[in-house]
């Protein structure tokens, strides 16, 4: 269910940052993981829906909530009823015109067709569709301009058993991120509340500001935080101007900095400011969890379990277990702590920035093992993995090992569809990775 919602999202991504506007979206605890149903569809209709509130909004937001009928976390099996709820602050629809929006080639009124286009038949179609998944498509709206609108659909669907959960199963990294207090910085009074409740529902606890100043001021007086989380644009001061304000009281290694930014933004002095991670708006909770499990993991994984129980690591098991290793990995956080361990072991891995660097990297060399980040920007470790399945035979492709910290029931499942052959969640544990390791299947000469 998410990853649907998470393509609809990217498709209109680029036209919310020329327009200026803020994306967000939540998935609340209560829908299922994994259900049975036609994910093509589903995701017409939100492209549709997401796409008119785009459209029709000039300044302002548009968010996406998504939600389950139960109270509480999802149960383990069963039909479901999914609702999806998409808000905006554009136009509005006049109350007595809201019957309209779903007539084919219909729209509310003649000047809208003329200003913004269309044909009025995609909404049409969406609730046809919604019909078919046992659903049904109204719409919300006061009809006063700058309030917006918020379209509602529903559809029901069987949620697979072994993958119904909501939680994410967060194995080592729970005690890593337990207690650890994050300040939260954006304009945007959603995008805040979407990230506080993401983040104390991983077990931090939050503090949150509007204005970037009082944020500084807290920072300024000596309280403590563990890491920041900042948004780019803001009008008081941006993302960079108070990271600099920042960096005047606390180091990299003092106060972990996550900016967010526009799609596919590079932010200028950025780099001289030591970021932990620069995030994509509107900001993924899989890849917010894959930046902490590398930002904690790298605090804590070194000193307390690597340093401390370095018994536990065979220095000399590149000798015994010899592999030429690719590492999949877009976080610089995340990358520095698996090479550390690599090196420990006795590897020398190389580094591929996303999928594509993958596919070039084997295009050149063959690897006997590639351990592949799931999300990763450009193309991910699942597209990546595909295509690898598809252009190299068994005999002569490498043995893939998907890590991910978006370690939900199903993931496992996912990753060995898309051709994957094991799986390790993050932050990295030695034991696991020794195991991974262990049952590498290298290539023969011959197939190198």
């Known amino acids: 269910v998410r990853e649907c919602i998470e393509k609809a999202l990217d498709?209109?991504?680029?036209?919310?940052?020329?327009?200026?506007?803020?994306?967000?979206?939540?998935?609340?605890?209560?829908?299922?993981?994994?259900?049975?149903?036609?994910?093509?569809?589903?995701?017409?209709?939100?492209?549709?829906?997401?796409?008119?509130?785009?459209?029709f909004t000039e300044r302002g937001e548009v968010v996406l909530t998504v939600s389950g009928d139960t109270e509480g976390p999802a149960p383990s099996s069963g039909w479901h009823t999914l609702q999806f709820a998409v808000r905006d602050?554009?136009?509005?629809?006049?109350?007595?015109?809201?019957?309209?929006?779903?007539?084919?080639?219909?729209?509310?009124?003649?000047?809208?067709?003329?200003?913004?286009?269309?044909t009025g038949?995609?909404?049409?179609?969406?609730?046809?569709?919604?019909?078919?998944?046992?659903?049904?498509?109204?719409?919300?709206?006061?009809?006063?301009?700058?309030?917006?609108?918020?379209?509602?659909?529903?559809?029901?669907?069987?949620?697979?058993?072994?993958?119904?959960?909501t939680r994410p199963a967060l194995h080592g990294l729970q005690s890593h991120l337990e207690g650890k207090r994050a300040l939260i910085v954006d304009d945007n009074d959603t995008n805040r509340r979407i990230?506080?409740?993401?983040?104390?529902?991983?077990?931090?606890?939050?503090?949150?500001?509007?204005?970037?100043?009082?944020?500084?001021?807290?920072?300024?007086?000596?309280?403590?935080?563990?890491?920041?989380?900042?948004?780019?644009?803001?009008?008081?001061?941006?993302?960079?101007?108070?990271?600099?304000?920042?960096?005047?009281?606390?180091?990299?290694?003092?106060l972990p900095l996550i900016l967010c930014s526009s799609l596919g933004r590079k932010e200028a002095g950025a780099d001289s400011l030591g970021f932990a991670a620069n995030l994509t708006k509107p900001v993924k909770p899989s890849q917010l969890l894959d930046t902490l499990a590398g930002l904690f993991a790298e605090q804590a994984v070194p000193q307390r379990e690597v340093k401390s129980r370095a018994g536990s690591i065979d220095r000399e098991f590149a000798n015994r277990f010899p592999l030429r290793i690719l590492l999949a990995e877009d976080n610089a956080v995340n990358q520095k702590l698996a090479?550390?361990?690599?090196?420990?072991?006795?590897?020398?891995?190389?580094?591929?920035?996303?999928?594509?660097?993958?596919?070039?990297?084997?295009?050149?060399q063959p690897y006997d093992l590639i351990l592949m980040d799931v999300q990763m920007p450009e193309m991910d470790g699942l597209e990546a993995t595909r295509q690898i399945v598809r252009r190299w035979a068994r005999p002569s492709r490498p043995w893939i090992v998907a890590m991910t910290a978006n370690a939900m029931q199903g993931d496992r499942e996912m990753c060995l569809q898309a051709g994957m052959d094991d799986y390790i969640a993050k932050p990295i544990r030695i034991e696991e990775l020794v195991e991974a390791l262990s049952k590498t299947r290298p290539l023969k000469e011959e197939e190198k």
């Open 11 to 55: 498709v209109v991504a680029a036209r919310v940052v020329e327009k200026g506007l803020e994306l967000s979206f939540v998935v609340e605890p209560n829908v299922p993981t994994t259900v049975v149903g036609d994910s093509t569809r589903l995701r017409q209709i939100l492209l549709n829906v997401l796409s008119n509130a785009v459209k």
């Open 89 to 118: 602050t554009g136009i509005g629809i006049p109350q007595d015109r809201q019957n309209r929006l779903f007539q084919s080639f219909s729209q509310v009124d003649a000047s809208t067709s003329r200003k913004y286009g269309g």
């Open 121 to 165: 038949l995609g909404l049409a179609i969406s609730l046809r569709l919604c019909e078919m998944m046992g659903g049904k498509m109204w719409v919300e709206s006061s009809g006063i301009p700058g309030e917006g609108a918020t379209v509602y659909f529903t559809a029901r669907a069987e949620a697979l058993p072994s993958a119904v959960a």
């Open 195 to 254: 990230l506080v409740l993401q983040l104390r529902n991983w077990g931090l606890a939050t503090r949150d500001a509007a204005s970037p100043q009082v944020a500084l001021d807290w920072v300024q007086r000596g309280d403590s935080f563990d890491l920041a989380i900042l948004d780019m644009q803001m009008p008081e001061m941006d993302g960079i101007t108070l990271a600099g304000q920042i960096r005047k009281t606390c180091t990299p290694e003092q």
């Open 339 to 364: 090479l550390r361990i690599l090196q420990q072991m006795g590897y020398q891995a190389e580094v591929a920035n996303n999928g594509l660097e993958v596919l070039k990297s084997l295009e050149r």
